[in-house]
């Protein structure tokens, strides 16, 4: 039953014609589709069915920039997914995955197929990362103790526990509230 089952699903795959010679060898090298090479299979590429893609020509026939749209679209997402998976570093581990789980529902962002849904990421992490910035700008002025005051209010053992941008949001703004609080203190004593 497995067998016939997997037979199925190869045979929903459109494959492609070569010449052979008399020994029916390929008379030209044969090139792999993207989606069959270990680096295009870790960016999310897979084979596209037969019935899909006739659904896709039969309603792209009365537009040929369609098929173009798609390669670009294409070429987006692989660059988006690049993009998204340059910030795991910056963010760490926590805070990357959290914003993939939340925003896009996917443990990595090449498993995400709307280039949308990854803009929307993307632009979520860009944000959090502006958001470390902030928190590294306070924190020069406040030293650590005050961060770890901040954190231990939100029962949090380090910043790498942050998970989401509001928790980031909120930590950033007490922060910022003691740099200001600071700063009133220090006026008011040089004024005496």
Do not use: C
């Amino acid at each position: 039953m497995r067998l016939l089952r997997t037979r199925a699903l190869l045979y929903d795959f459109e494959g492609v014609w070569v010449d052979l010679d008399d020994s029916k060898r390929p008379k030209t090298a044969l090139k792999l589709f993207g989606w069959a090479t270990p680096e295009g299979w870790r960016q999310g590429l897979r084979p596209e069915r037969v019935a899909a893609r006739s659904a896709k020509v039969a309603s792209s026939s009365g537009n040929p920039d369609r098929s173009e749209n798609q390669q670009s679209g294409e070429a987006d997402r692989v660059e988006l997914v690049r993009q998204i998976e340059a910030l795991e570093k910056p963010l760490g581990k926590g805070l990357y995955r959290g914003l993939l789980k939340t925003v896009a529902r996917v443990w990595r962002p090449s498993q995400a197929q709307d280039v949308a849904l990854l803009r929307k990421v993307l632009a979520h992490m860009q944000a959090a990362e502006r958001g470390l910035r902030r928190l590294e700008t306070a924190v020069g002025r406040t030293g650590p103790e005050a961060l770890a005051g901040i954190l231990e209010s939100l029962k949090l053992d380090s910043i790498e526990k942050v998970d989401s941008l509001e928790t980031l949001k909120e930590i950033v703004l007490k922060l910022e509230e003691v740099v200001v609080s600071r700063r009133r203190e220090s006026v008011v004593l040089h004024e005496r």
